[in-house]
């Protein structure tokens, strides 16, 4: 599994997530790791809800903007977040994501909430190669 950590002087109101992975598959499940553990307390959220996503991008750089994307408006949309995630990354061009996410709803008294994720931003995005394994940087606007 890969590692991440959370830079918090970015900009006002925003949290920048460094990460690093050894295939893009495992980049992928770690941001979606990051980005549950920043919106809520994971240990507050039982695993009751599983599903399936498929998303397809031109580049692995947009598939992972689109999946943290599409991670949000679930949480926003349905009231859910994924603490756990099981992906497979395909293609060359375009790339294809299909993930299983485990997870459950966002019940107030009973999910200790950390930060109202609203998206995520392009500005310092990036996913790219690096030794050993891939590298992400994303900003996230809370």
Known sequence: MGNFRFIDDVALADCAVDLSARSPADAFETAARALAEMAVDPGTVPESIARHIVLEAPTLGQLLFDWLSELIYLKDHDAEVYIRTAVQV????PYRLAARLYGGRIVPGRTDSRADIKGIALH???FEPSPGGWHSRFVVDL
């Open 90 to 93: 395909s293609g060359g061009g």
């Open 124 to 126: 310092e995005f990036i």
